[in-house]
């Protein structure tokens, strides 16, 4: 038998307890052993919850205790969950963790510690919910060089963007929607602002160049910005827009990464990814393209996750698991200087100076619009075409770059 903590019975850490319990048959097959959840660590008193004998409040009774093998830790933040993840490596025990900012700050000096200690820091939850990603990456597309990753890295904004877009409504609305519904926190900054993306996208950037990328330092843009107007366009021109993580490897020690609303073709994969769904895009040299699409988050979903790093652990005690994610940082290329198209929509009559400033632009014609135009532009550098941008002042309504 192999016992199990559970660190926070909050949304997640009560999914993982229940996926332990109510598949416990074929859990326990797939471990080759029995799982046993021994202690419930939270604030809280739970009267009346089925699990409430197993709730302790004290983290020492779990590190002191060494029957237990394996810990969930479903916490979130990166104090006291970066505490005892550190001191339970430390005792040989095996983590596995939904915290995707825990795993972006933290990760390769999670990882090494749990190499020195013959133990597991096991992190699929940690990106798209329950979407097996983690795992490809490092079983699956291992003769693979992984050329980029692109993603719809948070249910909350793709759900806000496709309610815009088939309802017309404006995006304080849909956030106000979006919070009633339980999709989105009373304060939706790391969603919305593109936090919570780039955290993502810095894992899954990390994995696909072995070394680490500091999510700090991706460029990041969230989705306030964007107006019922510019679905209007985006349709016209045979397009939609959706919030993307995306990472590029340059070189072996040089990645383009970051996270902004696109503009992206309705023939690719990713714009037919709809409201809390996730999914990611991955490109290698032999294999091209693959996408893993799914619940990108929720109770369940998440838990699920969780509880197959909790079997990959229990098929593997005393043995690390290889995932190469060195400490050594890669440089982030700077974005100012990549080259793309953008689609720029303007005041109607300060069209003459846009299509000055933007030779070769292509207009976009939408019946019935009197007061604004929109254009795709020639490919450019961003610092050129924010450059000229600024120049243009008020005249510009709003930009959004193309995939």
């Excluded at 980029?148 to 890295?153: E, F, M, Q, V």
């Excluded at 680490?212 to 964007?226: A, L, M, Q, R």
Aim: negative net charge.
């Amino acid at each position: 038998m192999i016992n199990v903590a559970v660190l926070g019975y909050g949304t997640v850490g009560s999914g993982v307890v229940e996926v332990i319990e109510k598949n416990k048959e074929m859990v326990d097959k797939k471990s080759a052993q029995e799982l046993n959840v021994k202690y419930i660590l939270d604030l809280r008193d739970f009267p009346g919850d089925p699990y409430e004998a197993k709730v302790i409040h004290d983290f020492n009774q779990i590190l002191e205790d060494d029957t237990v093998d394996i810990v969930c830790e479903v916490m979130g933040g990166v104090g006291a969950a970066y505490q005892f993840t550190r001191q339970c490596l430390e005792r040989g025990k095996s983590v596995c963790t939904s915290n995707k900012e825990l795993v972006a700050k933290h990760g390769p000096e999670l990882l090494k510690l749990a190499v020195e200690h013959n133990c597991n820091y096991l992190f699929e939850a940690s990106v798209g919910g329950g979407i097996p990603i983690i795992r490809p990456l490092n079983y699956s597309l291992t003769a693979e060089k992984i050329e980029a990753i692109t993603g719809i890295l948070n249910g909350t904004t793709n759900y806000i963007l496709s309610k815009m877009e088939k309802e017309g409504a404006g995006f304080d609305d849909v956030l106000k929607q979006a919070q009633e519904n339980g999709y989105a926190e009373s304060n939706p900054e790391a969603d919305i602002e593109g936090h919570d993306a780039c955290r993502k996208i810095a894992i899954l950037s990390s994995l696909m160049m072995g070394k680490n990328v500091d999510s700090e330092k991706i460029f990041t843009e969230g989705i306030t910005k964007i107006t019922a107007d510019d679905f209007l366009y985006a349709k016209a021109a045979g397009m939609t827009i959706k919030l993307l993580g995306m990472s590029r490897a340059l070189d072996e020690n040089t990645v383009l990464a970051m996270v902004a609303p696109f503009l992206i073709s309705r023939e690719h994969p990713l714009s037919m990814v709809n409201d809390v769904f996730n999914a990611v895009f991955v490109t290698g040299n032999m294999l091209g393209d693959s996408m893993y699409y799914g619940r990108g988050a929720g109770k369940l979903p998440t838990a699920s996750a969780v509880v197959s790093d909790v079997v990959d652990c229990a098929r593997h005690q005393g043995k690390s698991v290889m995932c190469f994610w060195d400490e050594e940082e890669v440089t982030l290329a700077d974005v100012a200087e990549t080259k793309r198209s953008f689609f720029i929509r303007v005041n109607a009559d300060d069209k003459e100076a846009v299509e000055k400033a933007f030779p070769g632009s292509t207009a976009i014609i939408v019946e019935g619009r009197k007061t604004d135009a929109g254009y795709i532009t020639a490919v450019t550098t961003e610092r050129e075409f924010y450059d000229k941008c600024a120049g243009l002042g008020n005249a510009v309504l709003s930009k959004i770059r193309l995939f």
